[in-house]
């Protein structure tokens, strides 16, 4: 591990870390940082994205604490640390989600259900349909949006010209689903849920200093 020793003249760049349960939350996430403009407006961040090997929820909260107490050793924090994650047939969600709120520093979550391609389908539509499993999602895209959709593709640069109809929808399904939370159902049990527009307005919010 590379130790990082802080002086007056040397200004090290901001820390993000992204720790992601699957595929294509990488391949999006990556395809979002290498963009031209983001490139040069966060050419002085140090944005880390990768998989840990135990990707479960609780997983990722356990790597995100490891890294926040080894950069707090290296004295070089991070500004930021986000765990993405989905539904899918996981155990521990609320309890991951819980404990990552309540952790110091806090490491904030970006969850979706069913899965992740949920914020992939707001880039094309409004919507709050119930879908049992990813490969349902998968099908709408294949047959109305992304034909041989697949998720290690580099389908980022197919859809990047609508992620602010993504952030419009996104805040729209929060609306949506707010009465339901207001009346204490979980997350995990609402209809549609993706809070990943949180990460990219985040992400859009940091500015080279």
């Given at each position: ?21 699957g ?5 999006y ?26 990707f479960?929820?609780l ?12 950069a ?6 991070y ?22 709120n ?16 949920y ?7 409004r ?5 049992n ?6 099908k ?6 992304l034909?041989?959709?697949?998720k ?5 640069p ?6 602010n ?13 707010q ?28 500015k080279?200093?």
């Open positions: 591990m590379t130790k990082y020793r802080l002086s007056r003249s040397i200004s090290l760049p901001e820390r993000v870390l992204v720790l992601c349960e595929e294509s939350e990488k391949v996430l990556s395809g979002y940082k290498n963009e031209d403009a983001n490139r040069r407006r966060l050419s002085g961040v140090e944005i880390e994205i990768y998989q840990p090997k135990d479960s929820p997983g990722l909260l356990k790597e995100a604490r490891r890294k926040l107490r080894e707090k050793k290296d004295h070089y924090p500004k930021s640390v986000w765990i993405v994650f989905d539904r899918d047939q996981h155990a521990n969600i609320p309890q991951t989600i819980h404990e990552a309540t952790s110091d520093p806090v490491i904030n979550v970006a969850f979706s259900l069913v899965c992740f391609e914020w992939i389908l707001l880039h094309f539509e919507s709050r349909k119930l879908y499993n990813c490969e349902q999602i998968k709408t895209f294949e047959k109305n949006y034909p041989n959709y697949a290690t593709m580099n389908f980022y197919l859809i990047k010209s609508a992620i109809t993504a952030l419009e929808n996104a805040a729209w399904l929060h609306q949506q689903n009465p339901d939370i207001n009346n204490g159902v979980s997350l995990i049990n609402l209809q549609a849920y993706t809070s990943f527009d949180r990460l990219i307005r985040h992400l859009d919010e940091i080279n200093e």
